[in-house]
């Protein structure tokens, strides 16, 4: 079992920056990829970013390559995910999927644990 908590969202205007945080818990961090997901009011949960369990391979959707980061800290059982130069179509509720069997994938039914979501609105 993992639990996941994400904190760090918020209301930003277009171009500022917000960086998100998920904390794990239960099954040691350090042995499964993470991800980050984002669902649009109306709309799919979609892709955002994956790590791989120990940092050294990281992959974007195309939409945010260039303006999102993600990275993990395994001592603290954390995963990031910094966002720079938003804009309103970033809006969405953010959620940090624990992916146990692979080393970072792209789709929703690839991830076993999912915590609760973050909002995230970017006002125009």
């Known amino acids: 079992q993992v639990q996941l908590v994400e904190s760090g969202g918020g209301v930003v205007q277009t171009g500022g920056s917000l960086r998100l945080s998920c904390a794990a818990a239960?099954?040691?961090?350090?042995?499964?990829?993470m991800g980050w997901f984002r669902q649009a009011p109306g709309k799919e949960r979609v892709f955002v970013a994956a790590?791989?369990?120990?940092?050294?391979?990281?992959y974007y959707a195309g939409s945010v390559k260039g303006r999102f980061t993600i990275s993990r800290d395994n001592a603290k059982n954390t995963v990031y995910l910094q966002m720079n130069s938003l804009t309103p179509e970033d809006t969405a509720v953010y959620y940090c999927?624990?992916?146990?069997?692979?080393?970072?994938?792209?789709?929703?039914?690839?991830?076993?644990?999912w915590g609760q979501g973050t909002q995230v609105t970017v006002s125009s």
């Open positions: 999927p624990a992916d146990l069997l692979r080393n970072g994938a792209y789709y929703v039914q690839d991830y076993a644990y």
């Open positions: 790590i791989s369990w120990n940092g050294g391979s990281t």
């Open positions: 239960g099954r040691t961090f350090s042995t499964y990829a």
